[in-house]
């Protein structure tokens, strides 16, 4: 029922309709990656199949190409997430430059795996592909802000800062 769906209130079809007229009419389903965006951060930080579908009717292109999208870019979860998603880069400069004593820290500090969320749902542990602040590794993207040149230390400080 399309009613029912998250995607159907009206600021968010609002919200997809604004990147749709980036584009002439015939190429609206390259708003597909800010459509998913719009959705998933609608819906606690993860997709569901329905809103997938949701968006592919939505776009008028087929479900299975949405979800080759939202499964190629880690930046969508098809699972339920925390409050806060806290993504360590591990590409290689990152790797060089101490990303993986910064998952290990987290992990070790706060009983959480890699894909896993903590027991307070605070905040869910993820490891991205390269953020683009490769000058300034380890880098770490917590929600959809950037943080870079992190010690645990730091890191730790922004965790603190959590709800
Ligand atoms: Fe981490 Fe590029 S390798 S930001």
Redesign the pocket.
């Known amino acids: 029922d399309v009613d029912k769906s998250e995607l159907f209130k009206p600021e968010i079809r609002e919200a997809i309709d604004a990147h749709i007229a980036k584009y002439p009419p015939e190429w609206k389903q390259s708003a597909v990656m800010p459509a998913l965006s719009i959705v998933q951060d609608a819906n606690g930080g993860w997709l569901t199949t329905e809103l997938m579908d949701d968006v592919a009717a939505y776009l008028d292109m087929p479900a299975v190409s949405v979800y080759e999208v939202a499964t190629f870019y880690g930046m969508y979860d098809l699972e339920p997430q925390g409050r806060h998603k806290v993504c360590v ?1 591990n ?4 790797m060089l430059n101490g ?1 993986e004593e910064l998952i290990e820290h987290v992990e070790h500090k706060y009983g959480v795996k890699v894909g896993e969320t903590t027991a307070d749902g605070r905040f869910t542990l993820k490891e991205v592909e ?5 000058r300034d ?3 770490v993207l917590l929600d959809k802000v950037y943080h870079e040149k992190l010690t645990p230390e730091a890191l730790d400080k922004l965790i603190d800062g959590l709800e």
């Open positions: 880069c590409s290689i400069s990152c990303s390269c953020l683009g602040a490769c590794a380890p880098a």
